[in-house]
């Protein structure tokens, strides 16, 4: 099983970024995929999440009304559309599956992503 994520960068306050996470070894079609992010010494942070189908999209508070999650079951992949960056919004960002219904949770995930950097400048 492979998560590769991807699409991080620098980028200034009040731009835009697309992550994608491309999935591979498994079902893609069955999996609720989340995004987290973590800056060092803190605990990764819950950011969005999509169920199997689409349908049901998650989003913490701090990424309502800028981020949006979609998927591509065609692709296996998964991605973060992320408007009106702020420099708080710089982190390692991962992708992750869960083989069930999207949780908020990061224990809750089984397989994760290596990361892709986010670096917002003010």
């Known amino acids: 099983v492979q998560l590769q994520a991807s699409g991080g960068g620098l980028v200034q306050a009040g731009g835009s970024l697309r992550l994608s996470c491309a999935v591979s070894?498994?079902?893609?079609?069955?999996?609720?995929m989340g995004w987290f992010r973590q800056v060092p010494g803190e605990e990764r942070e819950f950011v969005a999440a999509?169920?199997?189908?689409?349908?049901?999209?998650y989003y913490a508070d701090s990424a309502k009304s800028r981020f949006t999650i979609s998927r591509d079951n065609a692709k296996n992949t998964v991605y973060l559309q992320m408007n009106n960056l702020k420099p708080e919004d710089t982190a390692v960002y991962y992708c992750a599956r869960r083989r069930v219904a999207p949780s908020t949770k990061p224990g809750d995930y089984d397989y994760w992503g290596q990361g892709t950097q986010v670096t917002v400048s003010s």
């Open positions: 999509i169920s199997s189908g689409g349908r049901n999209l």
């Open positions: 070894g498994l079902t893609f079609s069955d999996a609720g």
